[in-house]
T-cell receptor, first 114, second 116 residues
Framework: DSGVTQTPKHLITATGQRVTLRCSPR?????VYWYQQSLDQGLQFLIQ???????AKGNILERFSAQQFPDLHSELNLSSLELGDSALYFC?????????????FGPGTRLTVL | AQKITQTQPGMFVQEKEAVTLDCTYD???????LFWYKQPSSGEMIFLIY??????QNATEGRYSLNFQKARKSANLVISASQLGDSAMYFC?????????????FGTGTSLTVIP
């Protein structure tokens, strides 16, 4: 158990819908990262927050948005869902920025768009 | 150019034998970190081992060791005495020091199957 929690574990929804994925980082970790893992794209970095502020953006679609709240939990919002958004979405956390700070991953949310 | 390259899509190893999973990386940043993660069929990503670019010695964590060859830009994972529970996907990742977001660049992974 990494100490990072994600809810829900599974999510099934229809095209055009909007969903929210939630992540609670390890106790004391200030950084939260979101990743998308799909069969054809591999693991893709989406976005990072550090202590409530957006720190870096990766391959995140405009239909997707995220935020980190004062209690450091984070939410990833996916809207106007398409079939291709079906993937495993991971949240990871680390204590701070820096090369050697390991990212610890949550169990992931498996999103299926029908 | 790919930041992380894992050229072995699938590997097989006999139980109790050692296996090496290859990883090469590409960066011009003198400060970087290299990581290996394991992803079993259940889906979670499990951190295994870390190697810093300035570390003089190869990292070791139990049965895992990292064969770090800086000049060749390779960071191969060695698993000794393979166990059936080692069957999983293995991902190599890198973080660069100048990358303000400190995002990870992941390879495409290697699927390891341990044969009894």
């Amino acid at each position: 158990d990494s100490g990072v929690t994600q809810t829900p574990k599974h999510l099934i929804t229809a095209t055009g819908q909007r969903v929210t994925l939630r992540c609670s980082p390890r106790s004391g970790d200030l950084s939260v990262y979101w990743y998308q893992q799909s069969l054809d794209q591999g693991l893709q970095f989406l976005i990072q927050y550090y202590n409530g502020e957006e720190r870096a953006k990766g391959n995140i679609l405009e239909r997707f948005s995220a935020q980190q709240f004062p209690d450091l939990h984070s939410e990833l919002n996916l809207s106007s869902l398409e079939l291709g958004d079906s993937a495993l979405y991971f949240c990871a956390s680390s204590s701070q920025a820096g090369v050697k700070n390991t990212q610890y991953f949550g169990p992931g949310t498996r999103l299926t768009v029908l | 150019a790919q930041k992380i390259t894992q050229t072995q899509p699938g590997m097989f190893v006999q139980e109790k034998e050692a296996v090496t999973l290859d990883c090469t990386y590409d960066t011009s940043d003198p400060s970087y970190g290299l990581f290996w993660y394991k992803q079993p069929s259940s889906g979670e990503m499990i951190f295994l081992i870390y190697q810093g670019s300035y570390d003089q010695q190869n990292a070791t964590e139990g049965r895992y060791s990292l064969n770090f060859q800086k000049a060749r830009k390779s960071a191969n994972l060695v698993i000794s005495a393979s166990q059936l529970g080692d069957s999983a996907m293995y991902f190599c990742a890198m973080r660069e020091g100048r990358n303000t977001g400190n995002q990870f660049y992941f390879g495409t992974g290697t699927s390891l199957t341990v044969i009894p």
